[in-house]
């Protein structure tokens, strides 16, 4: 049976295409990846001076924010006419707004009916510009239950199940992110919390420039420094416990709290909207909202095993064919769209 052929689309991502590639090819797909994953954190870089210089002319005088994305386009659009494959089976976007609606148009004309597929792992609200790409597309997913609307389509984030392997535990929690102010001062109370605790921690900030702000059991790194996706996933095997700190612009899940599904690991999270998902269950998943001295006892109980449907739903492997609509698969619900009746409650 022929492989069914499919573009991946992805913009810098710290190498998370490269574990979607690979993924791909274990679950029998022919993959080409739009930006090439060299093992290394992509990064655009310009083809000549004259090249970078003519984007900084067209933002400075022409007040042309696009400029850089439209060059990025230029190039990957010149790639793929070169490539051999004519028509993808699907084209798979995530956040299609960083990629010009030129290229994705052309891509769209590259694709099979009813393969133009985008999944927005970010809220609508913090990209708008993503509006004007909607109509490109055959299905639109989007991860945050309030911007199931429309035509849009739910989807949650999803765990790996392509090398699930155990790692020995070297610290008791890790957390990986962004600088963000919002969730700054409760990833500063966990750390002192923990000090207090002594707690071996391992959390680890990502920003533009060192801030020193943090207590000094927190790792700080600038942007060059950021950690691959596929690194990242070997930290949070290492770890009892995952921490999930979120930020204001969404409600929708991050990977974390997927990564501690498949892992089969607790989760300490700042979502209170977890508690709504199916695979939600108080020994394995602490709503942290100022309440740091009932953590003890939390970390006491013993992990609850999920119902390997339910965390089944939530693998790589499903997920790629609920969101292609693959069939059989099990559909992926946000909690506006689960009845009642399929919510266990503690």
């Not at 689309?9 to 797909?29: A, P, R, V």
């Not at 609307?149 to 739910?154: A, I, M, Q, R, T």
Request: aromatic share 16%; proline share 3%; net charge positive.
């Amino acid at each position: 049976m022929k492989k069914k052929s499919i573009l991946i689309c992805i913009s810098t991502n710290l190498g998370i295409s490269k574990l979607i590639h690979d993924n791909l090819k274990h679950h029998n797909f022919d993959v080409t990846l739009l930006i090439e994953n060299n093992g290394e954190i992509e990064k655009f870089k310009y083809p000549s001076i004259f090249s970078r210089l003519k984007v900084k002319f067209r933002k400075l005088f022409f007040r042309d924010r696009l400029a850089k994305k439209k060059l990025e386009s230029s190039i990957l659009k010149k790639k793929l006419i070169k490539n051999k494959i004519d028509t993808f089976d699907y084209s798979l976007f995530f956040l299609a707004h960083n990629f010009s609606i030129d290229l994705v148009s052309y891509i769209k004309n590259r694709t099979s009916n009813n393969g133009m597929i985008n999944f927005q792992w970010d809220g609508m609200s913090r990209y708008p510009s993503i509006y004007d790409y909607v109509k490109l597309f055959d299905r639109f997913y989007v991860f945050d239950p309030k911007d199931v609307k429309n035509d849009f389509l739910p989807a949650t984030n999803f765990y790996f199940d392509h090398n699930l392997d155990y790692l020995h535990f070297e610290y008791d929690f890790y957390f990986l992110g962004a600088h963000n102010d919002y969730r700054k001062k409760i990833i500063i109370d966990f750390a002192n919390f923990a000090k207090k605790r002594h707690w071996n921690i391992n959390i680890i900030i990502i920003s533009q420039k060192i801030k020193n702000i943090y207590p000094s059991n927190i790792t700080e790194l600038e942007i060059q420094e950021a950690i691959s996706f596929s690194d990242n996933l070997t930290l949070s095997k290492k770890s009892k416990v995952l921490l999930d700190f979120v930020i204001d612009e969404h409600k929708g899940l991050s990977f974390r709290a997927f990564e501690a599904l498949g892992y089969n690991k607790k989760l300490i999270t700042t979502n209170k909207e977890i508690v709504k998902y199916d695979f939600y269950h108080p020994n394995n998943i602490f709503v942290l909202d100022g309440n740091f001295d009932e953590i003890p006892d939390f970390l006491e109980k013993p992990y609850q095993n999920i119902d390997p449907n339910i965390k089944e739903k939530y693998s790589f492997g499903n997920w790629i064919k609920y969101i292609l609509d693959i069939h059989p698969h099990q559909p992926i619900l946000l909690p506006s769209d689960n009845h009642e009746e399929n919510k266990t409650v503690y």
